[in-house]
């Protein structure tokens, strides 16, 4: 049965010693999504999200709006998603990515206990504002789950320390506006809110949505700590399975460990 390992402190421990840090997304309740994740653990990933699937993914581009319905038509649910999450046992922190409609719909304290049975170590709710956030993050705080909350490019600079006050595990940096996908060049946005948070955190700042390669995470980890990639390894899992994964996700490890520290 897995059990959560705390994710501030193992990325902070991570960081510490130099290492540039790579959480992959992966969509759960895709077929063979646990092979997957275990083969992305196996790579060199320092945490893994895990990705809630919902019929209205706000947040979602083409590629993980196409898991997520495939998940779902699979017969995909929050419960047996976790509960599948208990066997993982993989050895770095998991965290979870849903839409708020299933957190209320489950009730704050139910969900929080759930991820926490299931070793679920933190928590990223995208569609849930700071300003009412209170409640869930009271919830999560009790079961010993890490709320991530996100920094958009567009946030002004009073709003800034407030989000990384209230970010637990790591502060998302949101590359640029608009959808998860890939693209052929990172955003300038994506590096320069990473250096706006870095300079008013220790939390540690990783860049997601549109770090679509090796080449743009380095890029990106030249200011945040590391990287968040979703488009880019579920389109693997879709298109060639778990294989393809590790392989990706062990050459952008080789690429962020060439990265001086």
Known sequence: ???????????????????????????????????????????????????????????????IQQASQLALEAGATPISILRQARDLDVGIPLVVMTYYNTVHHAGHERFAQELEAAGISAA???????????????????????????????????????????????????GLLGVTGERTTLAAT?????????????????????????????????VADGVVQGASVVRRLLEHGAEAVAEYVAEVRAALDHVPA
């Open 1 to 63: 049965m897995s059990v959560a390992i705390p994710l501030e402190a193992y990325l902070r421990a991570q960081r510490a010693i130099g290492r540039k840090l790579l959480v992959p997304y992966i969509t759960g309740g895709l077929p063979g999504w646990e092979h997957a994740l275990r083969a992305a653990a196996s790579a060199g990933a320092d945490a893994i999200e895990i990705g809630i699937p919902f019929s209205d993914p706000v947040m979602d581009g083409p590629v």
């Open 124 to 174: 990223i709710v995208p569609d849930l504002p700071l300003e009412e956030s209170g409640p869930w993050c009271l919830a999560a705080d009790g079961a010993g789950i890490e709320t991530v909350m996100l920094a958009a490019p567009t946030a002004p600079d009073h709003r800034l320390p407030l989000i990384c006050a209230r970010s637990r595990g790591f502060v998302y940096s949101v």
């Open 190 to 222: 994506a590096t320069s809110l990473a250096a706006r948070l870095k300079a008013i955190t220790d939390v540690p700042v990783l860049v997601g949505v549109g770090v679509s390669n090796a080449e743009q995470a380095v890029e990106a980890v030249q």
